[in-house]
């Protein structure tokens, strides 16, 4: 088992910048890669950004490259979402969701978000509550 607790969302103008925070708590022996998801009004919920287990390789969507970065903390049990030069298009809930069904050499792995699509949050076992992320002049 896993908890998740999102925090640092908030209003935000365009151009401008937020960071948010994953806060997971469990199992210390485990490790799992890490995502973060965003859910617009009226759209369904898509997969944004990713770390995997050992903080070494990241999975992002076309729409936030070069504008997002993700990092992670073990020791404090954190991970990180920068977002910068928001756009109104970036307003959503926020939720990060842990996942271990990608395994590959000693790490668990991220969702190639941009090609699994939808399907990339079936990956993902354990979720927080979500934090609401507002772009807007």
């Known amino acids: 088992q896993l908890n998740l607790v999102e925090s640092g969302g908030g209003l935000a103008q365009p151009g401008g910048s937020l960071r948010l925070s994953c806060t997971y708590s469990?199992?210390?022996?485990?490790?799992?890669?890490i995502g973060w998801f965003r859910q617009a009004p009226g759209k369904e919920r898509e997969g944004v950004i990713c770390i995997n287990s050992i903080g070494t390789v990241t999975e992002r969507i076309d729409a936030v490259a070069g504008r997002f970065t993700i990092s992670r903390d073990d020791d404090k049990g954190t991970v990180d979402l920068q977002m910068n030069s928001l756009v109104p298009d970036d307003t959503g809930v926020y939720y990060c969701?842990?996942?271990?069904?990608?395994?590959?050499?000693?790490?668990?792995?991220?969702?190639?978000?941009?090609?699994?699509?939808?399907?990339?949050?079936?990956?993902?076992?354990?979720w927080g509550q979500g934090t609401q992320v507002t772009v807007s002049s």
């Open positions: 969701a842990a996942s271990r069904l990608r395994y590959w050499t000693g790490n668990f792995m991220c969702p190639p978000f941009e090609v699994v699509g939808r399907a990339a949050e079936d990956e993902f076992s354990f």
């Open positions: 469990g199992d210390p022996a485990k490790r799992y890669a």
